[in-house]
């Protein structure tokens, strides 16, 4: 038995890698999944009120150029630690309780620091919410604000 899978184990593992598929790959990334390129932006509006608890410098930056993306940077003090961090922005009719509505659209985790905003980001106003995975509770809401040209 052990020499059969002596002799069969290295054919049948040959076979196998010169068997398998190429790995896919792409010429170049969608729109969506580019990064936001920081250097190229210039700064729409920048707030450090928005959260009532917490001094979170906020800045909306639109790239420049014929895409003209937006994004949200936030910056906080060294001393505002909380747990799994995770940014979503919720739509202004929508109730923020203790729990996320249902309409929450995922911007990422606050660690990121930088959020392109996707281009179905929708227009009207709404708020920042900062939710804790570790601690499965909202901890921040922000002011009600717009993400877009116009200064609030």
Do not use: C, H
């Not at 190429?22 to 920081?38: I, K, N, Q, Y």
């Not at 995770?86 to 203790?98: F, L, M, P, Q, R």
Request: charge should be neutral; aromatic fraction near 8%; avoid cysteine.
């Amino acid at each position: 038995m052990v020499i059969a899978l002596g002799v069969t184990l290295p054919i049948v593992f040959s076979i196998g890698i010169a068997a398998r598929k190429p790995v896919p790959s792409m010429a170049s990334l969608p729109g969506e999944l580019r990064t936001f390129s920081r250097e190229s932006a210039a700064t729409v509006w920048e707030r450090s009120d928005l959260f009532a608890k917490a001094a979170i410098q906020s800045r909306l930056l639109r790239e420049s150029g014929k895409s003209g993306r937006f994004a949200l940077e936030l910056s906080a003090p060294r001393d505002f630690v909380k747990p799994d961090l995770i940014v979503y922005w919720v739509a202004d009719g929508s109730k923020v309780t203790e729990a996320l509505p249902n309409n929450a659209l995922l911007l990422g985790a606050f660690s990121l620091a930088v959020f392109t905003l996707p281009a179905n980001m929708p227009s009207e106003d709404g708020s920042l919410v900062f939710y804790s995975l570790a601690n499965n509770e909202i901890e921040a809401v922000s002011k009600p604000l717009r993400l877009s040209n116009s200064n609030n």
